[in-house]
């Protein structure tokens, strides 16, 4: 991907066309693809189910529905924002108009027999052929995800490694040093470019990759569950999700199996539908429903967003936030990061680590290659359960979520303003306007001295805004 990328961006197009570019990428090059398109001084349409992409990256989105593309203007979180209030405003319109229909039948009912009202009848009756129904807007709905809970939960740690290897060839180890231990509920991101093993740490874990040193020791009755992009080959063609689910509930009654499989998202008609036609989403979600359909202790995902849209990450996110075993993710969707690990791990140098910082940090060393600062006076280590911790967590992330859209909004808001302001300074600045067009000249000042105010009004806001989100997310 990394190589089909380079060679359509470094030929520096016109029109550049990106249909799924973060597909098979890591987060490292999704982050660099990002700040490339943001900046780049061609044309760029993008096809995308990364958010933060379309937030980023893009300052406008077509949106297909009913075989009509609508434009907007923004990022995704504007977009939105202006289809929700779009689709009230049509169901409002709707609404009335509806009144309105019902006020003149009831009319011509009342009256189309009576001579005297008979042409008022006619001519509402013309009113009725003439009113276009206000079309109601379909609310994009993915059906919920969900992982079935543990049985019972084991004590932490549920894995301890110490003075781990791990490796493919005899003596030529690709993780060393392992010393990490993982608790019951841990919520944890793996971080790191292709290549450095993240994926073979999840095999590890796993137990589909043997280790070569050290020793791991692991809860008594650890069930553990991981997917992979390739495993979707391992789907049976010509078997519906049925025939998966099936021999899972041996002697079970059909109307049980079905409802196993209407819990992985899939409706009556694609639960009938073979594998083999089952778009890239459902065969995603199908797998993530057969690994985890005996309740794992952890789950560990590797790029599971790869083929969902964004409704369907949407609800991955809130199925692994009120799961209670501990999951792993790897994934290129900063989005999906964010919303649901608590802990960064990064994978570097032959060893894994937990990473001090953000993902906000990464982001700015992988783009400028500065690793984040040694924090001071950090606070002491919160002894609560895991379980508590990331409840909590994952709690005050859902109630931080519409300030920080907020803060999102009014960071646009300041950045049109600063642009505008720029632009009014750059044409005053052209020599003799206020002689050959004072009229202009003096509109220009007016704008820039209103821009400004609004601007430091803006900014006040931000302040507050952001000082709010910063206590709320202490």
């Known amino acids: ?32 693809l990002e700040n490339f398109v943001s900046r780049y001084p061609g044309t760029v349409l993008i096809i995308s189910h990364d958010r933060d992409l379309l ?65 008022q009848a006619q001519s509402r009756i013309k009113m009725l052929e003439r009113m276009q129904p206000v079309a109601a807007l379909v609310e994009e709905h993915s059906a919920p ?57 999840a095999k590890l874990l796993a137990e589909r990759l043997p280790y070569v040193a050290g020793g791991i020791v692991k809860a008594q009755g650890l069930k553990v569950a991981m997917f992979a992009q390739h495993q979707l080959d391992d789907l049976r063609a010509e078997e519906t999700p049925i025939d998966h689910v099936r021999p899972l509930l041996p002697g079970a009654p059909e109307a049980k199996v079905r409802a196993r499989v209407a819990q992985m998202g899939l409706d009556t008609e694609r639960m009938t539908t073979k594998a083999k036609d089952l778009s890239g989403g459902e065969k995603a979600r199908l797998l993530l429903g057969l690994i985890a359909f005996d309740g794992p202790h952890l789950l560990i995902l590797d790029e599971p967003t790869n083929h969902l849209d964004i409704q369907a990450r949407e ?33 570097r140098d032959g060893t894994v680590n937990a990473y001090d910082g953000d993902i906000d940090d990464y982001r700015r060393e ?12 950090e606070p002491a280590q919160d002894s609560r359960p895991a379980g508590e ?68 009004t803006l900014e006040e806001d931000w302040l507050a805004l952001s000082e709010a989100y910063e206590k709320g997310t202490a």
Do not use: C
């Open 1 to 32: 991907m990394r190589v089909a990328l380079a060679a359509v961006l470094f030929s520096r197009p016109d029109v550049l066309l990106l249909d799924e570019p973060t597909n098979y990428l890591d987060l490292e090059g999704t982050l660099w």
């Open 55 to 119: 937030n980023k990256a893009v300052d406008s989105i077509l949106h297909l529905e009913g075989r009509k593309l609508t434009f907007y203007r923004g990022g995704y979180d504007s977009f939105e924002r202006q289809r929700a209030e779009k689709m009230m405003l049509m169901e409002k319109a709707r609404e009335k108009q509806e009144a309105q229909r019902k006020h003149l039948q009831s009319f011509v009912d009342r009256f189309r027999a009576k001579a005297s009202k008979a042409r």
């Open 145 to 201: 995800i969900r992982f079935p809970e543990p049985a019972k939960l084991l004590s932490s740690p549920i894995i301890r490694l110490e003075g781990v290897e791990a490796g493919y060839t005899p003596g030529q180890p690709i993780l060393r040093r392992l010393d990490l231990r993982i608790d019951q509920d841990d919520r944890i991101a793996l971080l790191g470019a292709n290549g450095n093993g993240k994926s073979t740490f």
């Open 315 to 347: 609800a991955l996110m809130m199925a692994l936030n009120d799961f209670s075993g501990a999951v792993i993710v790897i994934s290129h969707d900063r989005h999906l990061v964010e919303a649901s690990v608590d802990r960064l791990w990064l994978v």
């Open 366 to 377: 992988v783009l400028t290659g500065r690793k984040p600062e040694k924090r001071k006076d």
């Open 389 to 456: 911790k990331r409840k909590d967590s994952a709690d005050k992330r859902r109630e931080m979520a519409p300030l920080q859209k907020k803060i999102k909004e009014v960071e646009g808001e300041m950045a049109k303003l600063q642009k505008l302001i720029g632009m009014a300074d750059a044409e005053l600045a052209t020599a003799g306007l206020f002689e050959k067009n004072p009229e202009r000249a003096t509109k220009l000042a007016k704008g820039r001295v209103n821009a400004e105010k609004k601007l430091a």
